[in-house]
């Protein structure tokens, strides 16, 4: 089969471009002329340029394949320029979506995540629940609206489409918000504890990966959605995890909760204002979303794809050596 990827490069993209080159299926990705390719480098994949933002580049790439997998977004819960989250998680999965239709693929698995749902009623919800009134950050809303998106043209166009939704995705060489929570407490770089009660549900990387693939391979799931994370930890545990395996103590001072939401605010107004990233991630989108936590059942991935999940404490030993080896 031939694989159009997006989003190759990034946490999860590496991962996934790992698990497919295992295989003997034909994979193309699709890479920005700005974008590190190390990490992906040497194995058997295709490298096409172009730009999810670019619908002529994408439409040109996507022929002759047939799945196309989409993982390009951006991820963050603060940006200098905020418009950037249309411009990728809203019209780059149209122009992705609506290539992969005039292409004629048999399948898209487009990678969402956990945080479109906001707060259900259920606790733990599933792919089944009502979603929540409420996303709490910009990256949620716009990644949120490109799902949108990408269901009318399911509804409508018959659009191939399987849906993966992961939660917090933990695992080795995580750039992102989770894996920076980690480097810092590893640096001794981070003032004080916060949020330590709340919830949210976490997944290993490779996982993740694994769900990706085995919704591309299934047959007759066309229109699914699949949860990807089953473990549910309180940020207070995965301080205690990260401590004990690393040995690096924990910050002594913890933050009220009560002020963590207006400290945040006043320090993300100071970003907005010097056009330079929260200090100590606190940016009023992320203290949101871990404020309001995360409590998902993942389990129907184990069930209908026959995946199983690794313990959370493997994710993390894992990614403190990927730390501590650079």
């Given at each position: 089969m031939k694989i159009f990827v997006t989003g190759a490069t990034g946490f999860i993209g590496t991962h996934l471009i790992r698990r497919l080159s295992e295989t003997d299926h034909q994979v193309t990705c699709l890479v920005r002329k700005s974008g590190n390719t190390a990490a992906i480098a040497g194995l058997k994949v295709q490298l096409?340029?172009?730009?999810?933002?670019?619908?002529?580049?994408?439409?040109?790439?996507?022929?002759g394949h047939d799945c196309v997998i989409n993982l390009a977004n951006v991820y963050s819960f603060w940006e200098p320029d905020p418009r950037i989250y249309r411009s990728v998680n809203?019209?780059?999965?149209?122009n992705v979506m609506e290539s992969a239709l005039e292409a004629g693929v048999s399948k898209v698995v487009h990678v969402s995540t956990g945080v479109i749902y906001g707060k259900p009623e259920d606790v733990p919800f599933t792919e089944e629940s009502n979603i929540g009134p409420v996303r709490f950050s910009k990256y949620?809303?716009?990644?949120?609206?490109?799902d949108q998106i990408a269901w009318e043209l399911y509804n409508e166009k018959k659009l191939p489409l399987v849906m993966v939704y992961p939660m917090a995705v933990l695992g080795p060489g995580d750039p992102k918000t989770t894996g920076q929570y980690i480097r810092r407490i590893l640096q001794?770089?981070?003032?004080?504890?916060?949020l330590e009660s709340s919830m949210f549900t976490f997944v290993h990387v490779k996982d993740v990966a694994e769900i990706v693939y085995r919704a591309m391979m299934k047959e007759g799931n066309i229109g699914e959605k699949y949860l990807a994370g089953k473990f549910q930890h309180s940020f207070g545990e995965v301080n205690r995890m990260v401590s004990e395996i690393s040995g690096v103590l924990l910050p002594r001072f913890r933050l009220p909760d009560f002020s963590v939401i207006p400290d945040a605010w006043l320090l993300t107004r100071v970003a907005d204002i010097i056009k330079r990233p929260p200090i100590w991630s606190m940016a009023i989108d992320q203290i949101r979303t871990m404020k309001e936590g995360v409590r998902a059942d993942g389990s129907k991935a184990e069930r209908e794809l026959g995946v199983e999940y690794t313990p959370i404490r493997d994710a993390i030993k894992e990614a403190i050596a990927s730390y501590q080896d650079l």
């Open positions: 096409i340029v172009g730009d999810v933002t670019d619908s002529g580049s994408v439409q040109a790439a996507v022929k809203v019209d780059g999965t149209r949620a809303r716009s990644k949120y609206e490109g001794r770089r981070l003032p004080a504890r916060v």
